[in-house]
């Protein structure tokens, strides 16, 4: 494959206690870049950043982590330091305007969902799962390309139930994409699962508002 879809979830994906804000809503976040781009760029420069900015000890691999990062905590407690948070951000800055990368979120109101009278009412990651499929085979075919998926991994079942819907479409296609060039696009058969410290939450989620966030 060319390109890779690095993938996280932000929110719940239960059906319980829907008119609380913070269990109403569901995304899921794809990062689509290219392997070689991935390897021979982005994991240097973010190596180097940790490095030289953050003092990583390299037995020790730092982690880009939001919540870590706005509350300075752990290795990120140096950016209490005006100097140091400000070279973070241009780095980081630079480092993301040159990475050659796109973003397709699917956001889902459960509320809203879970009120329609059509929905099947399949499980809400599978629901999430299939929007970012059809997008990312969309993007594959506009630039004429094959690709995989690398969802960050969870609990054996969400990751089945990822794996299920991703298997679905494969096999049965979706509603404006037919199986067979589904399959064109996205050829593995199987997703995959990284554990977090190996995949890119910080690509996916903390970098794309990390510059906002701690200024």
Known sequence: P????????????????????????????GVAMRIDRAREYLTP???????????????????????????????????RYDST???FIREISRTMRAAEYAVITAFLDKSWLN???????RHPYQYTAELLFER???????HRSVGDI????????????FQSEFDRVRSSGLDYMSAAIFAAA?????????ERIKTWRAFSS??????????
Not at 52 to 65: G, R
Not at 150 to 161: F, G, I, Q, T, V
């Open 2 to 29: 060319e390109y890779r879809l690095y993938v996280d979830e932000h929110g719940t994906h239960t059906l319980s206690k829907l008119h609380k804000d913070s269990q109403r809503f569901l995304s899921l976040t």
């Open 45 to 79: 420069e973010f190596r180097r950043i940790k490095r030289d900015v953050l003092n990583e000890d390299p037995d020790d691999p730092i982690v880009f982590h939001l919540t870590d990062i706005i509350n300075r905590k752990g290795p990120f407690d140096i950016l």
């Open 85 to 87: 948070r400000q070279r």
């Open 115 to 121: 009120s329609q009278p059509h929905w099947s009412r």
């Open 136 to 142: 990312y085979a969309m993007f594959l075919q506009q």
């Open 150 to 161: 690398m969802p960050e991994s969870r609990d054996r079942k969400l990751n089945e139930a």
């Open 186 to 194: 996205s050829q593995s058969q199987n997703l995959s699962f990284g």
């Open 206 to 215: 903390a970098t794309l508002s990390l510059t906002q966030a701690i200024k």
